[in-house]
């Protein structure tokens, strides 16, 4: 079986059994009811700039989706991989460390793939979300939902390999995410925060990730903190993110793998 | 496989100081020596994954450092303390792994000849200490690999474990390639020893060579005194003519292998 064909497949198996894992299962689970209950409470109010909460909590449990998988989820795994020895094993075996890295970021894009159109499918079906209406509004969607995994994708490799276990990478990742999370507007609007906080949320790309679904979902830039849709900055910084992280990310992985 | 005047040194640290050793097709070489004597470095620099300082290494006529998929694939590892892949089922496991090879094992053949035949569809949390040993020799072998290397194998094994592991590996047919810090494990396993110390092969041998090699002094006692000797014959031979007659008490007492083995390790560390 050739190469990328094999590191599919791991990444699928790797996927499937994660979620045959009981509490892993349960800890994604729990999350979707979480989401399902605030649309349903407070779905129906409005969260400024004439669009409704719907909208907001799910364009906000997206960007988290792939932000959380990128930077939580996949440096805890490969802490994991390299604290039970499966990164060892595979370098002893023909072609083990490209199908590894294809394997993980496959069950990465599955995972992020899977909940994504969880939370659509709720929100649509329980909250009457409503759905991009147009080919530009689903392509905005695909390439936001892309480059906001490329973004993230290297960061959390670099922090897996730098952290020595699974139980360090929670804790080390797990206050940043969320004063990320609360000051990057997918929470609490952005509207609704200092003008410094803003600066600085806009360095990272949780805030663009956002900024581009809502654009891919919603009629109008009122409740933007500029008022109109940035999309050439919002890729930009995406993409700076993701240049750069896969500039540095290879050679970092390479020196932790190799000893 | 032949390595000769191989070094390697982590910075200002020298951790193989000129390591020479040659194996046959076929053989079983065990790798003895002390924690930290350089057995885990040595094997990494065979398997490709270490880069040496200096020296010339051959394994299956290839240098480590240069060797790709093609030649990787001809070995097999079998890595000590793993726990990986918990969640993953036990056969498909194998299945991923017998993948990467171009002419593996049929798995289910390969689980039933090592004793897993029912545990194909358990978790690999689920085995027991044993059984996941089991399954780390199968993942080592699956490859049809010519030269298999186990590192420290059974560390943290109980005896029992430790037993069925050995009987295990006696029916395996490639040369081996074993590391251990345990006398007895490298006697019973391997066809010649080469003991390692501080960085150095101080004797490579069978097990028969090793002792003749190593051999500490004879402690004598008899009533009067004690003396350590390497000729005890010697000794007992002037004791009966000093008492003109027998030496009351006599006792002589030859070292065990074990005991000659870290008395060299002792020397050479003095």
New interface residues.
Partial sequence: ?NTLA?GI??GL??QG??L??GKELGANVAGLVIYLMLILWIGGNPAGGGIGMTAFITVGFIAFTVFSAGITTLPMLIAA?QE???L??L??????LP?YLTGRATSLVAHIALNSVLILAIGNLAGGLALPSSLYGWATLTWVLLLGTLAVVPVGAMIGALLPSAKTAAAVVSLPTMLLMIASGVMVPMTMMPEPVRWFAQVFPLYWQGHGLRAAFLPSAAAEPGGVWQLGTAAAVMGAWAVAGMVLAPRLLRRAI?T | MSVSGLRMSYGERQVLRGVDLDMRRGETVALLGPNGAGKTTTIEILQGLRRRTAGEVRVLDEDPARGGDAWRARLGTVLQNCHDHPRWQVGTLLAHVAAHYPDPWETGELLEALGLGGRANSRVRDLSGGQRRRLDVALGMVGRPEVLFLDEPTTGFDPEARKEFHELVETLDMTILLTTHDLAEAERLADRVAVLVRGRIEVFGTSRELAAAVQAPCLVRWRDGAEQTDDPSELAWKLHQKYDGPVPDLEIRRPTLEESYLNLVERSAA
């Fill in positions: 079986m094999l497949r791991r198996i790797e059994s994660i045959r894992d991989d039970e020895g499966a060892r094993r370098r002893t075996l023909p072609r083990g199908v190799r």
